[in-house]
């Protein structure tokens, strides 16, 4: 086989690898990935799919639960009315009330259910420009 | 002083702009204005060097005056944490980028200041463009002004967030940032190589020093910030696919495929597009991880500031990248290379391989990082990938890094012919295959495929890895008359490019070792203990023997004793903990404000070979706190008088009121107030320890994870060795022109292929063709040094020294 025609083929193998890779890629990032919502969209919500929740914590809500807690959040803004969350599990260290979390989890009954360890909360060291510390 | 420094701000953004300018303006060969570039350059570092100075002195001497100490540092920070206080801030850190990159530049221009004439000039303008882009925005962007001051200066300032407060963290931020910032000098060189279309070897001859020099200061630091998450932040783990953390990873793997691509380049004059390519993209990620970090685009374990310097980040972005491919599309004919691979199985196929798994690498971590904004675009919704989605994609990308770091080293450059590839990979094929039977037959590594084939394929590179430098020690201990140990240090020495390469390679495989183990067979349990109860994870057993408490200014500590035995027999006793701190600042305050600022967890580690023992305490104080706002709602009763109060509540109250009436008493009134409440807040704490109520341990066991930070290590080493100046360089030889530099690393490469040769990976066939093929090329470096007169005396290619 010549030199250029085997290259060509090469080529073209290892584009369509290439391509088929890359919508593997993109299909299964789209069926796998959960969607972000906020505590004002999930309100007045009904029994859903599990979504990330992402809110801030209302402060002086947070009450312990049997095993778990329970605590209210609000929009990231702080808009919005609350929602009530219920988590068992590992808590971060720099959970409490005013601060941003991440919760994955659905909404039962009104109240938004978190799976265990997947509680995220932001810690609140870098680089923030306000100077509330 | 901070007028002083806002000064020198300002007169280091002049003296780039002034530098950049000399620079561009010399471009045709002025000497004098290029030199006189040059030290604008050193005039600029130093410059920014007396900032960093003026603003580390004022965290010494806690001058609050300055805005950046009042808001992260305080009177209690302990002196260590004070230096390292500047880079907490968005506006420290973005003066320590500024200082890295003059000091990267100035040792660059240094470097390189006799050489590579034509491309110098460009070279610095880009490096200073950049230079005065980061200076300007801490002149002129709102918020981010390091020399901002506040008056009236307070008498304290908020303190540096506890989280931080960790051996590491004084030394992970400069380290990220070096190796970011360290990247803009290849960038650099490349932009000017390709703007003069001097696209040969040159500029990455000169510039490869500080691509490796980036890549280790960015893979260690990306190392300390797993170490810090590992112990210090109670969950765990090391990695959670965070983007910050993946906006680090991404230019180290670029640079990683830089690293290996440059090699083809550099010997056979090939990939010159690909590389030009893959400096950009480097760049370019390293830029997207400073801007990341300060945007808020994407939602992150790393809350971020406000939305000030992000758009004028993501600006230089745009113009790097759309400039840089510009370029690269206008120089093409100059880029193309008419050499082609020999040999689908040689060293330079398999860094092809390796590079487009590298990149492959990076793609689905960007893709991943940046899913939420592209589903937003696409859907409209917000959405998410999780750490399963990156597993699936990079395990198996992983695994085959893996595999190519082993093959790499043991295939000669240009050809292999059969039956030296037989000869190198027998044994380590065999010891592969050893290996994978017996994790079969001896350990349940069967469960998990892609584990096993880890370990197999690290089984595999590391015995080849070793073979190397066995067969390399053993010719050179028959020629030399060594004896092994001294013949393997003299082989190292001789060839550290290569072998501190290896070596990096082995870390590497090592600590892939450690996290297929760590991350595929974990025990991870949550269990309630009250004291004197016992449990057992995965053999040990864990009795919690007693809780503890300490109290000090600063913190309330609730812990534990835990006593572990393996087999009946006593192994350790891990003491964790959790920490809360009173926010900082704050002079006075209820019991229960010690509650209400950070907490920290202080992690019971037994470290071993074989598995680590992690042990994390979240105690139960609900019983404490209730009792906390019971006693403060004593202390308020108390000064506030009323009938039944007792008798030191009379005086404290006699003094407080003396105390509003005459300042000069304030302060004896306070200290008055937080010795009281100081005795409560310990008298309060001490129940903790009758408290019945069970604390959670989160047990962790995790196989093989010091292997992570051992071949961490080993591979920092490796690069070490590699960075080594050579003898001869040390001794002042930095000097030469690039004729000469050109020639040497043609004798370099006949060195390398004899060594091939000796070493059984070049048959004699192969190794004679290679070899004429090298001396021919030789030759001709040299009939072209002296047509052209540099007075260079010509060398005979055979008089090169082996050994």
């Not at chain 2, 002195?57 to 806690?62: D, E, K, S």
């Not at chain 2, 993209?281 to 808020?296: E, I, K, N, Q, Y």
Request: glycine share 10%; aromatic share 10%.
């Amino acid at each position: 086989m010549d030199p250029q025609r085997k290259r060509k083929i090469r080529l073209v193998v290892s584009l369509s690898v290439a391509v088929l890779l890359a919508v593997a890629l993109i299909y299964t990032s789209f069926s796998a990935s959960t969607q972000a919502k906020e505590p004002s969209e999930l309100v007045a919500a009904g029994p859903g799919n599990t979504v990330d929740m992402t809110g801030k914590v209302v402060p002086h809500s947070i009450r312990h639960v049997g095993n778990g807690i329970a605590f209210r959040v609000v929009d990231r803004d702080g808009s919005g009315k609350s929602l009530p969350v219920t988590y068992r599990g590992t808590v971060p260290d720099p959970f409490r009330g005013g601060r941003e979390i991440v919760l994955t989890g659905s909404v039962e009954n009104g109240t938004f259910v978190g799976e265990p360890e997947t509680l995220i909360t932001k810690c609140p060291s870098k680089f923030t420009t306000k100077s509330d510390g | 002083m901070a007028s002083l420094g806002s000064a020198l701000l300002l007169l280091a953004f002049l003296a780039a702009v002034v530098a950049a300018g000399l620079a561009l303006a010399g471009r045709h060969g002025d000497r004098r204005r290029v030199d006189l570039s040059r030290r604008t350059v050193y005039a600029f570092c130093g410059l920014l060097t007396a900032c960093v100075v003026i603003i580390e002195i004022a965290f010494a001497g806690n001058d609050f005056g300055f805005k950046i100490v009042s808001e992260h540092s305080s009177i209690e920070t302990p002196p260590f944490y004070k230096l390292a206080a500047m880079w907490s801030s968005q506006e420290g850190s973005l003066l320590l980028w500024a200082w890295v990159l003059s000091i990267a530049s100035s040792l660059a221009l240094w470097a390189i200041r006799n050489k590579l004439r034509e491309i110098v000039p460009y070279a610095t303008a880009v490096m200073m463009g950049i230079a005065a882009f980061f200076t300007g925005l801490m002149l002129f962007a709102p918020d981010v002004q390091p020399f901002a001051t506040l008056s009236p200066a307070p008498t304290d300032g908020t303190g540096l967030n506890p989280l931080l407060q960790h051996p590491s963290m004084m030394i992970h931020p400069p380290m990220l940032y070096s190796g970011y910032v360290a990247f803009t000098v290849p960038f650099a060189f490349a932009i000017g190589a390709l703007i003069t279309r001097r696209v040969d070897a040159e500029w990455i001859r000169a510039t490869r020093r500080f691509a490796l020099i980036a890549w280790t200061f960015l893979g260690f630091g990306l190392l300390l910030g797993a170490r810090w998450s590992y112990t210090e932040l109670g969950w765990g783990g090391y990695w959670a696919w965070d983007p910050v953390e993946n906006a680090a990873l991404m230019p180290w793997l670029l640079g990683t495929a830089f690293l290996h691509s440059i090699m083809v380049q550099e010997k056979r004059g090939m990939l010159k597009v690909w590389n030009a390519t893959l400096v950009v993209g480097t760049f370019s990620m390293a830029l997207l991880g400073t801007f990341l970090v300060r945007s808020g685009v994407l939602q992150s374990i790393h809350a971020f500031g406000d939305n000030t310097v992000g758009p004028y980040i993501l600006g230089l972005i745009g113009v790097v990248v759309i400039g840089s491919t510009l370029l690269i599309v206008s120089r093409l004919d100059d880029l193309r290379s008419p050499k082609r691979i020999d040999s689908l199985v040689s060293r330079e196929s398999v860094f092809l391989v390796n590079n487009l798994l590298l990149v492959g690498l990076t793609a689905v971590i960007f893709w991943g990082t940046f899913f939420p904004l592209i589903s937003e675009l696409f859907t409209g919704e917000k959405a998410s990938l999780a750490a399963p989605w990156f597993d699936r994609y990079t395990t198996p990308l992983a695994i085959g890094l893996v595999l190519f770091t082993g093959i790499g080293p043991l295939l000669a450059w240009r050809r292999v012919s059969w039956d030296s590839a037989k000869r190198v990979f027998r044994v380590p094929l065999v010891v592969g295959a050893v290996a994978t039977l017996a994790l079969l037959a001896f350990s349940d590594a069967g469960h998990k495929p892609w584990a096993l084939a880890l370990f197999a394929f690290a089984a595999f590179a590391l015995t080849g890895l070793a073979q190397e430098f066995w067969t390399g020690a053993q010719a050179r201990r028959q020629l030399s008359g060594e004896s092994t140990a001294g013949a393997l240090v003299g082989l190292v020495a001789r060839n550290r490019r290569r072998y501190g390469g290896y070596i990096i390679h082995a870390g590497v495989a090592v600590l892939l070792i450690g996290i297929a183990a760590s991350s595929s067979f974990q025990t991870n349990r949550d269990v309630n203990l009250k004291p004197g109860e016992r449990t057992t994870v995965d053999g040990r057993t864990i009795t919690y023997v007693k809780p503890t408490v300490a109290v000090d200014e600063e913190k309330f500590t609730f812990g534990s004793v835990l006593r572990v035995e393996q087999g009946g027999k006593l192994i350790a006793y891990l003491r964790p903990s959790q920490r809360f701190f009173r926010p900082t600042g704050q002079e006075t305050g209820t019991i229960g404000s010690f509650f209400a600022g950070e907490a920290t967890s202080e992690v019971g580690l037994r470290p071993g070979p074989g598995s680590d023992l992690w042990i994390a305490e979240r105690p139960n104080i609900t019983a404490v706190q209730r009792r906390v706002r019971a006693a403060d709602e004593g202390f308020a009763a108390c000064v506030k008088g009323g009938p039944g109060t007792p008798p030191q509540c009379k005086s404290l109250r006699t003094l407080m009121l003396a105390a509003r009436a005459n300042p000069a008493l304030r302060a004896q009134a306070l200290e008055q107030i937080s010795k009281l409440q100081g005795l409560a807040a310990e008298n309060v704490a001490k129940t903790y320890l009758t408290d019945t109520a069970p604390a959670t341990f989160k047990v962790i066991v995790n196989p093989l994870v010091t292997w992570m930070w051992i071949g961490g290590l080993i591979a920092l080493a490796g690069a070490l060795i590699a960075l080594w100046p050579a003898r001869g360089r040390r001794r002042g030889a930095l000097v030469r022109t690039e004729a000469d530099a050109r020639k040497e690393a043609k004798y370099r490469e006949i060195r390398d292929a004899e060594l091939d040769h000796t070493l059984g990976k070049l048959s004699d066939d192969d190794f004679a063709a290679v070899d004429a093929e090298l001396r021919r090329e030789a030759l001709e470096i040299l009939d072209r040094q002296n047509g052209n007169g540099n007075g260079a005396h010509p060398h005979e290619p055979e008089k090169i020294e082996q050994s």
